[in-house]
């Protein structure tokens, strides 16, 4: 799946996904929204965001761990 909103750059905080336009990571988001903070919370925090970039952000981490193989996997050797 395309997602217009990310940006992967090795130029750009060391090629780690961010808000495209922007140096804010995507782990960046997820982390703070795991953590309890609110949209509403993050946008005050983070001018440049918008409410489609945090959902960008949720839609590209859920395509990620829908395609990566899983760790546990990995691991048993399956």
Known sequence: MKHERIEINPKIMFGKPVIKGTRIP???ILRALGDGMTTEEL???YPRL???DVRAAQS???DYITHEELVYDALDGR
């Open 50 to 52: 918008t409410r489609e």
């Open 26 to 28: 995507v782990d960046l």
């Open 60 to 62: 590209f981490a859920a």
């Open 43 to 45: 946008l005050e925090g």
